[in-house]
């Protein structure tokens, strides 16, 4: 009946439920089959009561496809008009067991659930890992043998725990829509303050992704909200700049420092030392993001160990996000001020190409396992490696590509961070491309 990009390797069956809007998907019944035009941060909600999500908008990398991997739910994103096809009511199969391609099948099908012993899964020298920054996701892999969480969002924290801007929930007095206001004030009744609200909410929620692998390393990767999502937030508008160009703007490190959003990191670090400190999560090591120089690493190194979180002190790692290929060109210099390297693939193939992550007319360009990202990766590890330090890399490629995680376990990868659903697959491939030492 339709199709697009499929996301996840689940098989599912339900009911229909189109909705044009957040509010009309919420009065969606639980385990239907959510399709609407795109989704965003604050359905949620809607989305954990969904067997399944079906949208007109949206790529690999999009917020449904990422929210939808981490919940175990399959997702077929980029259907276009074909959605308008789709009957509400309708009863319906969701296949994206077949491939990169998702199909939507009219009908009921009869399903096979086949289950795995955890102890028949292959012992890998590569640790993997899991991309989780949802809380309420925690339980449903709690039986997956992964070596900690190797990528938790900061952002996607701050959307689903908080869902305001922090510099809002400091300067509620700048915030000029009424409506918002009252919401502000709603949100934060009972506390002694705003930016306890938002240290402590987040703290609770970091300490409980470090809790469900502790004492295995979860890496928190500071938050990296473009302006354009920023503004998203409660509050945000009042607080944000308009970009041109955001994916190239005001993100990651840059903001850390820098007025305008230096309290507001001051409020993460807080809620970070809270969770490793206050409640005992010393498992807990920070990755930053979009780091552009040495010299702003140094100025972001500075603003953690200001609010307690000294690189080594109470052996705090921190790792910094190569997605940049300036982090490649000067791996040497970062490799003084970093513990490791997680490379970021998205944006490292969008910069290394000049292809917008998020293009739909340009999305056969992208291609984040080409012969220039190899090359660029290799080059990260070797010299990594030489410094004593081990770099990892967090993204879907490897899931997507068996050769290219054949091509990660040749270069000495030291881990790898994969969403959820497609841990068992990955760390079968990882297995055989370490028993054969096959070169790809």
């Known amino acids: 009946m339709a199709r697009g990009i499929a996301i996840g390797t689940g098989l599912t069956t339900g009911t229909i439920c189109k909705a044009a809007s957040l509010q009309e998907a919420r009065t969606c019944p639980d385990q239907s089959v959510l399709v609407c035009p795109d989704t965003g941060p604050d359905w949620l909600p ?40 789709l009957n509400d009511g309708a009863p319906v199969t969701v296949s994206c067991a077949g491939g990169i391609e998702g199909l939507i099948y009219d009908g009921i099908a009869d399903l096979q659930v086949t289950e795995i012993n955890p102890d028949c899964i292959p012992a890998t020298r590569t640790q993997i890992m899991l991309n989780l920054a949802i809380p309420a996701a925690v339980s449903r892999w709690q039986g997956l043998p992964a070596d900690g969480i190797g990528l938790a969002r900061m952002e996607f924290l701050i959307i689903n ?18 409506a918002e206001c009252r919401q502000l004030a709603k949100l934060t009744r009972g506390w002694k303050d705003a930016g306890a ?11 409980e992704l470090a809790a469900s692998q502790y004492p295995k390393p979860v890496t928190i990767r500071t938050s990296d909200f473009k302006s354009n999502e920023h503004v998203k937030l409660l509050g945000g ?15 990651g490190a840059s903001r850390y420092y820098r007025a305008g959003f230096r309290e507001a990191f001051a409020l993460e670090c807080e809620a970070i030392r809270i969770a490793r400190d206050d409640i005992g999560m010393d498992n807990l090591r920070i990755m930053i993001p979009f780091c552009r120089t040495p010299e702003e690493a140094d100025k972001v190194l500075e603003e953690l160990s200001a609010h ?32 490791g390297f997680s490379i970021g693939t998205n944006d490292l193939t ?23 990202i190899k090359r660029m990766i290799a080059r990260l590890i070797e ?14 490629a490897p899931s997507d590509h068996p050769e ?21 697959g990955v760390k079968e491939q990882v297995a055989q491309a370490e028993s054969t030492g096959a070169t790809t």
């Not at 609200?197 to 300490?207: D, K, M």
């Not at 010299?383 to 879907?396: K, N, S």
């Not at 290219?404 to 068992?424: E, K, Q, R």
Request: aromatic share 8%.
């Open 404 to 424: 290219f995680a054949a091509f990660l376990v040749n270069c000495g990868i030291d881990f790898l961070s994969v969403s959820p659903d497609s841990f068992l």
């Open 350 to 372: 969008q910069l290394t190409f000049g292809v917008d992550r998020d293009s739909e007319c340009l999305s056969e360009l992208f291609n984040d396992h080409h012969e220039a």
């Open 237 to 251: 508008r009042d607080f944000e700049p308009r970009e041109a160009n955001p994916m190239l703007g005001w993100r």
């Open 308 to 339: 307690g979180l000294t690189r080594g002190h109470h052996g705090l790692a921190v790792y910094m996000t190569a997605e940049v290929p300036a982090n490649i060109e000067l791996a040497d210099e970062f490799s003084k001020r970093f513990d």
């Open 197 to 207: 609200f938002f240290t402590e909410t987040l703290a609770r929620g970091i300490a």
């Open 161 to 178: 725990l908080i869902g305001v801007h922090p510099m809002a929930l400091l300067y509620p007095g700048r915030v000029t829509d009424k």
């Open 46 to 85: 809607v989305l954990e009561r969904a067997n399944a999500v079906v949208t007109a908008h949206g790529n690999r990398t999009c917020h449904t496809a990422i929210v939808c991997r981490e919940l175990g739910i399959p997702a077929v994103v980029g259907a276009g008009n074909a959605i308008f096809r």
């Open 383 to 396: 010299t990594a490696h030489r410094h004593g330090l081990e770099v990892g890399l967090c993204g879907q």
